[in-house]
């Protein structure tokens, strides 16, 4: 059983969420603090597997693979301690919409606030595109939601299949073997959706042909809870940085360019035919990271600790960690001198 994590709570309305959701909806902290959620540990079952557990939990393949590197993926033994990642740095940018941080293969969603109940966001593991086939960033807005989705594979995706000896029809039909699940919303963005899947296995993975893939209980529950017209913001992030009170978090990811997959599966795709994108130009990530210091002390003066910063970086497993603290005294400040 998951321990119940103390460092937030849920309003009386969330208590009627299904299990799968519950556990991924967050009280939203106060403007100056950007941490929700907290590092757990469980003991694994005989026949678990790592990518059993991160589903039963909010995670993806990423995610728990990272947490725990020194854990058979496949057989991780009965009364083996599984770390479950489950703390976040909230994303930069305003609290709104969906967010989309592709180097975190992480999906964060703030409902608009209802009257007499405290703000939330949701979060949720997701698949992105595969170097091949690499999701674009920017600003769009969800332009409709379609049940049951038919898939319409471009001549690009069916000639692949084709030399794979595994030729797709014109028209995929909605049911088991359509990838998109059961569930698609369509992004402004041509081609691009964010859509559910018959391949699970996938989900938290850099797999797809451009779309965002969720397992298919994630998109289960938010399809009818996102609107039309939702703002999305897709972003690409490996290093975040935020208050929880007075401790400076850092949470570092590999940088997409780094992190190819160690497997690759012709799962989820556009409907229709579109160009690759660029992701991002690789940045330095000590760059990177100098830059979200400065951001994230321009209200409120901090000393970091550039040496555990330094090895945050070096690690990338995307586990949040305290690498700074508060300060009064600005001048007293390593990092403003």
């Known amino acids: 059983m998951k321990k119940i994590r103390p460092q937030f709570a849920l309003s009386f309305a969330l208590m009627a969420m299904p299990l799968c959701a519950f556990a991924e909806v967050y009280d939203l902290p106060p403007e100056g603090n950007d941490v929700v959620g907290a590092l757990t540990t469980i003991t694994s079952r005989a026949d678990d597997t790592l990518l059993e557990i991160a589903r039963r939990h909010g995670l993806g393949y990423e995610d728990i693979v990272r947490a725990n590197p020194d854990v058979d993926a496949w057989l991780p033994g009965e009364g083996s301690e599984v770390i479950l990642p489950t703390r976040y740095v909230l994303p930069p940018g305003p609290r709104s919409g969906v967010v989309l941080n592709l180097a975190e293969y992480r999906l964060y969603y703030y ?19 595969r170097m091949d086939w690499e999701t674009p960033l920017g600003r769009t807005t969800i332009i409709s939601k379609i049940r049951n ?69 994630d998109i289960d529950y938010l399809f009818d809870r996102i609107d039309v017209n939702t703002v999305v913001r897709i ?65 409120q003066r901090a000393e970091l600790d550039w040496e555990v910063a330094e090895h945050l970086l070096e690690r990338a497993d995307g586990m949040p960690a305290i690498a700074g603290r508060r300060i009064n005294d600005a001048a007293t400040s390593a990092a403003s001198e």
């Open 235 to 299: 972003i690409n992030e490996p290093v975040k940085m935020g208050w929880s009170g007075d401790d400076l978090v850092i949470e570092v990811h590999r940088t997409l360019e780094d992190d190819l997959p160690e497997t690759a599966e012709s799962g989820s795709g556009s409907e229709t035919a579109a160009e690759p994108e660029e992701i991002a130009p690789v940045r330095d990530a000590m760059t990177v990271l100098t830059q979200q210091f400065v951001v994230a002390t321009r209200s």
């Open 111 to 129: 409902p608009p606030p209802v009257e007499n109940q405290p703000a939330v966001v949701m979060t949720y593991p997701i698949s992105i595109g």
């Open 149 to 217: 989705p038919a898939w319409y594979p471009p001549a690009s995706i069916r000639a692949e299949h084709e030399a794979d000896g595994n030729p797709l029809p014109r028209i995929v039909p909605p049911g088991p073997d359509n990838p998109l699940g059961d569930y698609a919303m369509r992004l402004g963005l041509p081609s691009y959706l964010i859509h559910g899947t018959n391949r699970p296995s996938g989900v938290g993975m850099r797999v797809t042909h451009g779309c965002i893939r969720m397992f298919p209980e």
